[in-house]
């Protein structure tokens, strides 16, 4: 898979790592009052390319996200390495742009949880039985 073009990959306070396909994206899913608290540490492209996030309009506004001029990799590699640690337990650490197309494979897989396992077999048990009626019986 060839990875979108505008990748990019934003650590929260709790040094968690959260990766969007593109800029839209990003400023979509995140809350203007989350970025106007503080809530995010960094925001970088997968080659090192610093971005800047805010908040201009305040905690309710809009949510921004622009390249900057800085490149900091190293710092991009060690963070991208602690969530590996931390959330990827046994898993040799992947470069930033392998991270960042690891966790959008995996968001983008369809998801089938317990609910959607049990609605499955209720399908399965039923399929070919004719409906029924207590007011037939």
Known sequence: MEPPPDIVLIFDRDEDLLVFESFVHATNWIEAMDVDEG?????????????????????????ALARTCNADLGDLERRVARYWRRHQVGQPTRDPLQTARFLIERDNKPRTGWLGRVIALLRRGTAGSAPTSDRCR
């Open 39 to 63: 809530e995010y540490t960094a925001a970088y492209s997968p080659d090192g390319g610093v971005l800047a996030l805010t908040a201009p309009e305040g905690p309710e506004g809009t949510v």
